[in-house]
């Protein structure tokens, strides 16, 4: 396989657009734990279902630099760059931001400024700690992700120049070595204080959960990982796994990843470039003009709601049909009744989400990602988280 060059390669890859659906969605259904299972904080082999959440994260973060580095124009500008992944970006932010404190005064939760200003400004996850403060109380907690990706889209222009200089015959040797570092990341995690634990998983300490699951600097290597791998499938040098292997990989690995214990089971270098294989399997697979399950109109469709579904999907949990079991502590609800609120959140998520997609996210972009009168390029097909 040769290296494709910028103009032969292919400005949409569906599958990839509609993956990014399947991830969001699993987000959702981790969100969802308590409906499911029954229990809050469910046990192997049920936490499974509390372990797509991150494996839905860790596919956002390895997508994202994969994209942006398949789209990469190499006439763009840095300030080009930033300010179409801050338009892509922040409106939805803003939009849930507002609708986050709304419905945090109707429900008395008390408005701070720890809960307030961190996620406006989308730098949650720098601030270690924070969660015992309140930092997330009543808020919409998945923001964090977008502090994460907000300080990728800084490094970028720099990474993309620093790994567009490895020769593609050792590319493999660093995904090697990222990936290492990546699974070295929640041992190290280890050297942090083990209490207290977090209220959302009582068995990981808060600061362990934050250096490992938080801390943008090293979730980076996932970003960076995605970035190796583009450029592998770019320059011809990928092994042509195909998709079904490679999402049975995932799928094992977010099994054994939902076994380990404390902050282990929150992040996992081998979940990730299993991940990493599902990408670059299915772009492969659009880039010979093959149908997938993800690239059929539905899933695309779906898949370009997702960043919306993403930021509305926790505030439909947090307050909507589920809201009295989390308030009580306990769930006592009948099976029934439970599925009818899974399916609730689920209908009102994606009617929300669409209604923002439609409404913001893409007004927003098409009015204000370039400069009046600037020059047309690609635009990032990833989403936001």
Excluded at 4 to 10: G, T, V
Excluded at 42 to 61: K, S
Excluded at 243 to 270: D, E, K, N
Excluded at 340 to 364: D, G, H, K, Q
Aim: hydrophobic fraction near 50%; glycine fraction near 6%; charged fraction near 10%.
């Amino acid at each position: 396989m040769q290296t494709l060059e910028p103009s032969a390669r292919p400005n949409r890859l569906p599958s990839l657009t509609g993956m990014r659906f399947v991830a969001a969605f699993a987000v959702l259904i981790s969100h969802l734990d308590s409906q499911i299972v029954g229990t809050f904080h469910p046990d192997p082999p049920y936490r499974v279902i509390t372990t797509l959440g991150p494996a839905g994260v860790a596919f956002f973060f390895v997508l994202s630099g994969f994209i942006l580095t398949w789209v990469a124009d190499p006439d763009d500008t840095a300030r080009l760059f930033w300010r179409r992944r801050l338009v892509k970006l922040y409106p939805n932010h803003l939009v849930t931001f507002v609708a986050a404190r709304i419905l945090m005064v109707a429900a008395g939760v008390q408005i701070v400024a720890i809960n307030t200003f961190p996620a406006l400004f989308l730098i949650e996850p720098w601030i270690p700690y924070l969660e015992p403060n309140g930092g997330f109380t009543g808020s919409n907690a998945v923001s964090w992700s977008l502090g994460c990706e907000m300080a990728f889209y800084l490094a970028f222009p720099w990474l993309i120049r620093l790994i567009g200089s490895i020769r593609p015959s050792r590319l493999w040797l660093w995904v090697a070595v990222v990936v290492t570092a990546s699974t070295a990341v929640p041992f190290i995690s280890q050297l942090l204080p083990a209490q207290p634990f977090t209220s959302w998983d009582p068995t990981s300490s808060e600061w362990q959960s934050w250096f490992a699951y938080l801390f943008p600097l090293p979730r980076m290597l996932e970003f960076v990982l995605g970035i190796l791998m583009a450029r592998i499938v770019i320059t011809g040098k990928w092994i042509r796994l195909g998709m079904t292997p490679a999402f049975l990989l995932t799928i094992t690995c977010v099994v054994v990843q939902s076994y380990l214990p404390g902050v282990f089971h929150l992040r996992s270098g081998p979940t990730a470039l299993a991940v990493a294989f599902a990408i670059a399997a299915s772009a492969s697979a659009d880039i010979r003009g093959a149908r997938t399950p993800f690239s059929g109109r539905i899933m695309v469709w779906l898949g370009e709601i997702s960043y919306a579904l993403y930021m509305v999907h926790y505030l439909v949990v947090q307050y909507g049909p589920v809201d009295a079991l989390h308030a009580t502590g306990e769930v006592t609800a009948s099976v029934s009744t439970r599925l009818i609120n899974i399916l609730l959140t689920v209908v009102i998520s994606i009617s929300l989400a669409a209604a923002l997609y439609m409404l913001v996210e893409r007004p927003a972009v098409r009015r204000f990602s370039r400069p009046a009168g600037g020059r047309k390029g690609l635009e990032p097909l990833a989403p936001s988280t």
